[in-house]
C-alpha cells in the first residue's frame, strides 16, 4: 500500500506539471517572440520588462527532398529558451553538429552519430551549397505544413550567425501581473509575426505557479485517500490478531505492574518499526518501479508517435513528507485502535449463543439443536459474533469492487467516447486547393471522380485552412452573454479565435435553409469527467464583423479590409453538417474561445478574393467517403489519376491508438486492485489463524473438516455479496 501511494503521490506530481512540459517541449519557456520585421517592437517590450535571455533562430537554407516533404537548416543561437523534446542523443555542441527530427530519421534511414552530406540552399547567397555535419540528437518533431500543405522540417545547429530572417524569442525578468497585459495587449495589434507564448508559460513570469491541477489529477489524489483507507483496515486487522495471540503476555506484564501507557508504548514502538521499514521500501520501490512503469508507458506511446510531448517523471519532496506523515499517523492510529480489542469471547460463548426463532414447539433453541446444517448457521453466525472486524472486512471489499467499478466504467465510457471522435464508418482524403504545377487543376473534376468510387454511399466535404485576416478591434463587453461572462470571464482579441470551415452549398442548405455566413454560438465548459456544460456567447442574432490584412510593399505596412454579416446560432453543430472530430479541438480550449463560422466553401474563397495581397494557398479540402470497405476503396484511389492531387489519406481503423494516460490508468488499476486483493486475501487468511482453537472445538463436536470449509466459504460469501451489493 505505502509503495502504491508513494506511486501515485509521484505520478499525481508530474501530471499536475503535464501542460507545462507539453508547451515547454514543444514551443519553448519563452514568454513572447519577434521576428525580423519587428525589431522596433523588440526594442519597446524591452522597455517594459527587462531581458533577461534570448535565443535566436535563424534561417539559413532549405531543400525540396521530396513533392511533399522540405527540409530547413535553421541556427539556434543556444536551447535556453526552445530545448524541444529529445528523443535520443544529445544537444549540438559546435556547427558541425545537428538535431534532426524523427520524422527525418524514418524518411532516410539515418541514425545517431551518421555523418551527412546535404546540397541545400542557402537564402542569403541564392545559391546551392554543400553542408556535412553529424548527427547527435532526435528530436521528437514531425515537421509543420506549409502553404503548399507540403510538409516542412527542420535540420537544427548551435551557431550565433544570424541572417535575414530570423526570429528573437525572449524570456524577459519577472514582472507584474499589468506589465504582463501590457505587453499582450501590444503583441496582440502586431501585424509583423510577433506573439505570445501559451498562457501556460505566464505564470512563471509574474511568480505564479506553472502547474495545473485537473479534474484527473484530483482522482488520483482521491485514489491515495481510499489506499490509506485500506492499509488502515488491514494494518488494524493485523494488529488485533497479534495483539490477541499475545493477551496472556500482557495479563503478565499487568501483574507485574506495567501500566495501560508501558502497553501503548509497546504497541507504538511495533508499529514504529513496521513503519520505517515500510517507509523506506515504499518510498524506493515506489519511485524507482513508478519511474520504470512511467518510462515504460512513454516508450510505448512514443513508438509511432512523432509528435506529443509527454511530461517527464518528477518526485517532490515536500509530497513525500506530507505522504510518509500520513503513513505514520495511519499506523499508530491503527495499531492503539487494535490494542483497545484484545478481549475475545470464547467460542463456548457462541455455541451456548442463542438465536430467537419463533416455531410451535419452543420460543428459543440453541444452534446445536437446530435441524439446519450447523455449519450453514455457524457460516452466519460468526459475521454477527465479531461486528466490528467483519464490517471492516466488508469495507476493504467494498472499496476493491468499487473502485475495479468506477475503472471498468471509465473504461468503457473513454471507449465509447472515442468511438464517437474515431469515426471509424469514414475514410478522410485531403485534397489540394489549388496546384502550383498545374494551372488546369480543377478540384470539382478530383471530387466527380472520387464520388465514382463509393456512389452507393454518402459522401461529404468540407473545406479548412482559409484566413480572413486579423480580426478588426471591436468591443465585446456589450455583445458577449451573462452566463459566457460567469463561466470564462471577459472576451477580447487576445483570446478568440475566429475559424472559417467551409462546406459543400446543397449540404449548407438543406442543415440551414439560408446563404449567409452561420456562427456556431458555442463554447464548452468541463465541469468533470464527461460533464460538459454548453455555454452560448454572444447575445445578438445578427453580428457585423471587419477582417484585416496586412501587407509590406517597399518596406511599409498597408492594410485592406473585408466586412461579414454572420447570423448567430444556438442550436446548430458541427456535427449537423457532418463534421466530425473538430468540436473538441476548437471547443474545448480552456484558455481560447473558438468562434467557428460555417459557409458555403465557394462563398469564403470568394470573400478571401476580395484581399489583392492574401494568397490563399493554405487551404485544403477534407473528402469524407462513408464505407465499411476501408482496405479496398483506399487501394483503389491510390492506384488512381487522382491520387496526385492527394495530400493524405487517413484510415481511422488504424488510428484507433490508445493515449499516454489510458496505458498508465491502466497500469496503476491493475496494480490497486492486486493490493486491494491481497490485502482482503491477508484478513480472510488471519481470520482463519485466529480460529485455530475454534477448529479443533468444531471437530471435538462432530463437525468433519469438509463442512469447516463449507463454514468458511458460506462466511467469505456473504461477506462478498453483500460488498457487491453495496457497492453496486
Known amino acids: 500500500c505505502i509503495t502504491l501511494i508513494f506511486s501515485l503521490g509521484n505520478y499525481f506530481y508530474s501530471s499536475i506539471y503535464n501542460s507545462y512540459y507539453s508547451t515547454l517541449y514543444s514551443s519553448g519557456k519563452w514568454l513572447y517572440m519577434y521576428t525580423h520585421l519587428s525589431e522596433n ?42 530545448p524541444g523534446y529529445l528523443y535520443q542523443g544529445r544537444y549540438p555542441q559546435n556547427e558541425n553538429e545537428v538535431i534532426v527530427s524523427r520524422e527525418f530519421i524514418a524518411r532516410t534511414n539515418y541514425q545517431i552519430n551518421d555523418t551527412i552530406n546535404l546540397s541545400l540552399y542557402d537564402i ?14 532526435i528530436s521528437q518533431f514531425s515537421g509543420y505544413r506549409k502553404e503548399n500543405r507540403s510538409m516542412a522540417d527542420y535540420i537544427i545547429r548551435l551557431s550565433s550567425q544570424r541572417t535575414s530572417q530570423y526570429v528573437v524569442y525572449v524570456a524577459p525578468k519577472q514582472m507584474s501581473k499589468n506589465t504582463l497585459d501590457s505587453i499582450n495587449k501590444q503583441l496582440g495589434n502586431d501585424l509583423t509575426g510577433a506573439g505570445m507564448n501559451d498562457s501556460v508559460m505566464w505564470n512563471q513570469y509574474i511568480g505564479e505557479p506553472s502547474y495545473n491541477i485537473k479534474i484527473y489529477d484530483i482522482t488520483l489524489v482521491f485514489l491515495m485517500i481510499f489506499l490509506l483507507g485500506v492499509m488502515s483496515i488491514t494494518i488494524h486487522n493485523q494488529f488485533v490478531v497479534s495483539f490477541k495471540q499475545r493477551k ?14 508501558d502497553m501503548r508504548i509497546l504497541a507504538v514502538l511495533e508499529a514504529t518499526f513496521y ?24 516508450d510505448i506511446y512514443l513508438k509511432d508517435n512523432f509528435s506529443s510531448f509527454p511530461s517527464p517523471f518528477l518526485i517532490s519532496v515536500p509530497l513525500c513528507l506530507i505522504i510518509s506523515l500520513l503513513v505514520i499517523c495511519t499506523i499508530y492510529v491503527s495499531s492503539l485502535l487494535a490494542l483497545r480489542r484484545t ?41 454477527l459474533f465479531d461486528k466490528r472486524k467483519y464490517i471492516s472486512v466488508i469495507a476493504t471489499l467494498i472499496f476493491t469492487v468499487s473502485f475495479f467499478n468506477i475503472s471498468t466504467y471509465y473504461f468503457s465510457v473513454n471507449d465509447q467516447y472515442q468511438k464517437q471522435l474515431d469515426d471509424s464508418d469514414n ?79 446543397e449540404n449548407f ?50 492594410y485592406e479590409t473585408t466586412d461579414m454579416d454572420i447570423v448567430v446560432d444556438n442550436e446548430l453543430s458541427l456535427e449537423d453538417f457532418h463534421i466530425k472530430g473538430l468540436s473538441d479541438t476548437l471547443l474545448k480550449d480552456d484558455y481560447i474561445t473558438a468562434c467557428i463560422i460555417i459557409a458555403p466553401y465557394q462563398y469564403l474563397i470568394d470573400m478571401n478574393a476580395h484581399y489583392q495581397h492574401m ?47 489510458d496505458y498508465l490508468v491502466e497500469i496503476l488499476t491493475l496494480l490497486v486492485f492486486i493490493v486491494c486483493i491481497a490485502n482482503l486475501g491477508v484478513v480472510i487468511t488471519s481470520n482463519n489463524v485466529e480460529r485455530k482453537r475454534d477448529f479443533a472445538l468444531f471437530q471435538s463436536l462432530g463437525m468433519n473438516l469438509n463442512e469447516i470449509k463449507k463454514l468458511i466459504y458460506i462466511e467469505n460469501i456473504c461477506l462478498i455479496l453483500i460488498a457487491i451489493l453495496i457497492s453496486i
Open 509 to 558: 442548405k438543406d442543415v440551414t435553409n439560408m446563404d449567409q455566413p452561420l456562427l456556431i454560438n458555442k463554447k464548452v465548459k468541463i465541469h468533470g469527467i464527461r460533464d460538459e456544460e454548453i455555454v452560448p456567447i454572444f447575445k445578438e442574432d445578427m453580428l457585423k464583423l471587419q477582417f484585416v490584412n496586412s501587407y509590406i510593399v517597399n518596406d511599409s505596412f498597408h
Open 248 to 261: 496472556h503476555y500482557y495479563g503478565l506484564m499487568s501483574s507485574m505492574g506495567a501500566t495501560k501507557s
Open 427 to 505: 475514410i478522410k482524403i485531403l485534397l489540394k486547393h489549388i496546384d502550383l504545377n498545374n494551372p488546369e487543376y480543377r478540384i470539382e473534376d478530383v471530387i466527380d471522380t472520387l464520388n465514382t468510387y463509393n456512389s452507393e454511399n454518402e459522401n461529404y466535404l468540407f473545406m479548412n485552412g482559409i484566413s480572413m485576416g486579423r480580426l478588426r478591434e471591436i468591443s465585446f463587453d456589450t455583445m458577449i452573454t451573462d452566463k459566457y461572462k460567469e463561466s470564462f470571464g471577459t472576451l477580447s482579441e487576445e483570446n478568440i479565435n475566429i475559424t472559417f470551415i467551409g462546406v459543400d452549398e
Open 41 to 82: 517592437l523588440g526594442e519597446q517590450l524591452a522597455k517594459l520588462a527587462p531581458v533577461e535571455n534570448t535565443t535566436i533562430k535563424s534561417t539559413v537554407a532549405s531543400k525540396q527532398l521530396s513533392e511533399d516533404y522540405e527540409i530547413e537548416l535553421v541556427n539556434y543561437s543556444n536551447f535556453d529558451l526552445c
Open 615 to 661: 494568397e490563399n494557398n493554405d487551404i485544403y479540402f477534407e473528402y469524407v467517403m462513408h464505407t465499411k470497405q476501408h482496405d479496398k476503396l483506399i487501394d483503389e484511389i491510390r492506384h488512381s489519376k487522382v491520387m496526385e492531387y492527394i495530400l493524405d489519406i487517413d484510415n481511422p481503423l488504424q488510428q484507433q491508438n490508445k493515449s499516454f494516460s
Open 343 to 383: 478481549y475475545k469471547e470464547s467460542i463456548i460463548d457462541l455455541i451456548k449463543s442463542t438465536m430467537t426463532i419463533k416455531n410451535k414447539n419452543s420460543d428459543f433453541s440453541t444452534i446445536l439443536f437446530h435441524k439446519k446444517p450447523i455449519w450453514l448457521l455457524l457460516g452466519f453466525r460468526y459475521p
Open 275 to 298: 513503519t520505517i521499514v515500510g517507509l523506506v521500501l515504499g518510498l524506493l520501490v515506489g519511485y524507482f518501479a513508478t519511474k520504470a512503469i512511467y518510462d515504460m508507458t512513454i
Open 124 to 137: 542569403e547567397d541564392n545559391q546551392e551549397k554543400n553542408y556535412t555535419f553529424q548527427i547527435t540528437g
